[in-house]
């Protein structure tokens, strides 16, 4: 089992930026790879950005230059810095890891609003 822990979200003006923070604890030795998803009201989640093992990174084309997803090993955390927001940004981000069996963990999400 993993355990994901979010933070960081809040309210924000477009053009702002944010950095979001996922903690993980438990069997993190199994885990291959975490990534930031998101989900605005009445729309599927998507993937935002995946960070594997190796530190090699893969965002969604909307975000490409404005987010970075990025890992402290040593503190077992995970962040997405989101630059330049917009409004279009406004979802509940949530952090995934997906361990070596294929199984999938969720945290309990972080809310982001851009508006003026």
């Known amino acids: 089992q993993v355990q994901l822990v979010e933070s960081g979200g809040g309210l924000v003006q477009p053009g702002g930026s944010l950095r979001l923070s996922c903690a993980a604890s438990?069997?993190?030795?199994?885990?291959?790879?975490m990534a930031w998803y998101r989900q605005a009201p009445g729309k599927e989640r998507e993937l935002v950005a995946r960070?594997?093992?190796?530190?090699?990174?893969n965002s969604v084309d909307s975000v490409k230059g404005r987010f970075t997803i990025s890992r402290d090993n040593a503190k077992n955390l995970v962040y997405l810095q989101m630059n330049s927001l917009k409004p279009e940004d406004t979802a509940v981000y949530y952090c995934?890891?997906?361990?070596?069996?294929?199984?999938?963990?969720w945290g309990q999400g972080t809310q982001v609003t851009v508006s003026s």
């Open positions: 995934n890891s997906r361990d070596k069996y294929a199984l999938d963990y």
């Open positions: 960070i594997n093992n190796s530190g090699s990174t």
């Open positions: 438990g069997s993190i030795f199994r885990i291959t790879y």
